[in-house]
Structure formats: structure tokens, C-alpha cells
T-cell receptor, first 119, second 113 residues
Framework: GAVVSQHPSRVICKSGTSVKIECRSLDFQATTMFWYRQFPKQSLMLMATSNEGSKATYEQGVEKDKFLINHASLTLSTLTVTSAHPEDSSFYIC???????????????FGPGTRLTVT | AQSVTQLGSHVSVSEGALVLLRCNYSSSVPPYLFWYVQYPNQGLQLLLK??????LVKGINGFEAEFKKSETSFHLTKPSAHMSDAAEYFCAVRSSGNTPLVFGKGTRLSVIA
């Protein structure tokens, strides 16, 4: 199956600093990538959808200036948490899907997640 | 808009017993339905999916789910629970190939020896 990687898997940063999380589709081209946030013992909340070469579409309530998303290539998307605060501590999961059309486009492939702790 | 309701945030079964995790969805168009499993501090792994065709779908690790349009349900079952099945399970829905998945709140499955 398709493989999605995330780096780093775990990061601890100080309040006020910025953190970048990378999401890569290793064996397929992902025209669309999604970023989710998961609080402890809760479900995944969609933060934004990004299409390669376009600006990301953010869900209501998600600050686009705080969570910068770049999808510069068909295999890489990055999420930068700017001026991080302790309340940004969470598990961030990216997901990628193959282009529209055909049965394979129905699936989203998930990365292993990044645990962010802001101290 | 789509939504998913998972009944029971925590289900506990004995090893060897039937596993039944409930999922009901709301969608204005024919839905695509998914079940994912998540182990602690890991990402999501697809168990099975329904897109079109046969309403009873079989997935990995002996799990299966049946799409019942009349009941707007997509319950997940496994005849005999194994200790390794203990994890968090998420039901998800999407309306088309271009829309993101919408997840339920998840059900934590515990398996008792």
C-alpha cells in the first residue's frame, strides 16, 4: 500500500519558537494532502486541505497565520507551527491521497503522526 | 455535510468473544465509508472501506463491516477478539473522492484475557 512518512515523530520546543513538520508520500504522487490534529483520547480534527501548488484551505477556527501549510511538490507538504504555545501541544497527523478519479482516489493514506510538546 | 456517530467511547470484550463497534453516518449523498485502527502514538491504519458494490466488506485482521443504507449504519465486527485487537477504532465518511474524511469520535476497544 501507499506509504506516508512524517518527520519528526516527536518534537519538544520552547514557547515562542516555530516548528516545521514534514509529510512525504513515499511511493505515490499526492495531489491533495490533509493535516489533522488530535487531542488526547479524541478524534482527528481536520485543520486544512492543501493541493499541490495552491494555497491551503483551512477549516473554520484554524488560524492560517499560525499554522502555515506549504505543498510545494506532489510528494511533500509541510506544516509550520509559528510562535508555538503550550496549547498547541498535540498530535499532528498528515494524510495524502492520490489524484481525483478512480477507486484509488477514495482512500487517504495516513502518516504516523508527530507529537508536538511546547514547554 | 457528513457526520459520523460512534456509539460507545469504550467497548470491552473478553478474548475470543464477538467484537461489535457501532457506527452511524449522516450524508446527503451516497457515502464512502471507512474504518481505521490506531495504536497508541501511531497513525491510522485502514481496516476496510466501502465505496460501491457489495455491502459486506472484509478487511484486514479478520474484521468486516456491513453497509446498511436503510439504517445509515456501518458497524464493524470480528467473530473472535484477540488481545492484539486492543486499540482505538475510528469510523469515517466522505462524500466523494475529492472531499476529506470526516471522523467519528472513536471507540476504544479493550480485550480482557
Amino acid at each position: 500500500g501507499a506509504v506516508v512518512s512524517q518527520h519528526p515523530s516527536r518534537v519538544i520546543c520552547k514557547s515562542g519558537t516555530s516548528v516545521k513538520i514534514e509529510c512525504r508520500s513515499l511511493d505515490f504522487q499526492a495531489t491533495t494532502m490533509f493535516w489533522y490534529r488530535q487531542f488526547p483520547k479524541q478524534s482527528l480534527m481536520l485543520m486544512a486541505t492543501s493541493n499541490e501548488g495552491s494555497k491551503a484551505t483551512y477549516e473554520q477556527g484554524v488560524e492560517k497565520d499560525k499554522f502555515l501549510i506549504n505543498h510545494a511538490s506532489l510528494t511533500l507538504s509541510t506544516l509550520t507551527v509559528t510562535s508555538a504555545h503550550p496549547e498547541d501541544s498535540s498530535f499532528y497527523i498528515c494524510s495524502a491521497k492520490i489524484g481525483a478519479g478512480g477507486p484509488s482516489s477514495y482512500e487517504q493514506y495516513f502518516g504516523p503522526g508527530t507529537r508536538l510538546t511546547v514547554t | 455535510a457528513q457526520s459520523v456517530t460512534q456509539l460507545g467511547s469504550h467497548v470491552s470484550v473478553s478474548e475470543g468473544a464477538l467484537v461489535l463497534l457501532r457506527c452511524n453516518y449522516s450524508s446527503s449523498v451516497p457515502p464512502y465509508l471507512f474504518w481505521y485502527v490506531q495504536y497508541p502514538n501511531q497513525g491510522l491504519q485502514l481496516l476496510l472501506k466501502y465505496t460501491t458494490g457489495a455491502t459486506l466488506v472484509k478487511g484486514i485482521n479478520g474484521f468486516e463491516a456491513e453497509f446498511k443504507k436503510s439504517e445509515t449504519s456501518f458497524h464493524l465486527t470480528k467473530p473472535s477478539a484477540h488481545m492484539s485487537d486492543a486499540a482505538e477504532y475510528f469510523c469515517a465518511v466522505r462524500s466523494s473522492g475529492n472531499t476529506p474524511l470526516v471522523f467519528g469520535k472513536g471507540t476504544r476497544l479493550s480485550v480482557i484475557a
